[in-house]
């Protein structure tokens, strides 16, 4: 079974920054696909960011653009989610997820993703 761990999360000031990490077994971290999603209280669970573990490439959420930074860093079999600028739209349980890109094209697609974490709390206050 594969393992996905996050952690990094808090409450914050709008204005404020966080550093999500999400840490993957050795399995998990083969997968081709690592993403974060986040669903807000009566939300359905949203897309925000993810990368091709092979060569860094990322995609992102429209509303994120700009303000968040996925990374990785395959010696530790870790993403991390550079969060700056937090609005108090950003309030959410962030997870993560690890996949392979079934369908081609789409990494904010749900089915991409085979693992996922427990997810963890970002409050953002105004």
């Known amino acids: 079974q594969g393992q996905l761990v996050e952690s990094g999360g808090g409450s914050v000031q709008a204005g404020g920054s966080l550093r999500l990490s999400c840490a993957a077994s050795?399995?998990?971290?083969?997968?081709?696909?690592v993403g974060w999603f986040r669903q807000a209280p009566g939300k359905e669970r949203e897309f925000v960011a993810a990368?091709?573990?092979?060569?860094?490439?990322?995609s992102y959420a429209d509303s994120v653009k700009g303000r968040f930074t996925i990374s990785r860093d395959s010696a530790k079999n870790t993403v991390y989610l550079q969060m700056n600028s937090l609005k108090p739209e950003d309030t959410a349980v962030y997870y993560c997820?690890?996949?392979?890109?079934?369908?081609?094209?789409?990494?904010?697609?749900?089915?991409?993703?085979?693992?996922w974490g427990q997810g963890t709390q970002v409050t953002v206050s105004s």
């Open positions: 990368i091709r573990r092979s060569d860094g490439i990322a």
């Open positions: 997820a690890a996949g392979d890109l079934y369908y081609s094209g789409s990494y904010s697609h749900r089915g991409n993703y085979d693992f």
């Open positions: 050795e399995r998990t971290f083969s997968n081709f696909l």
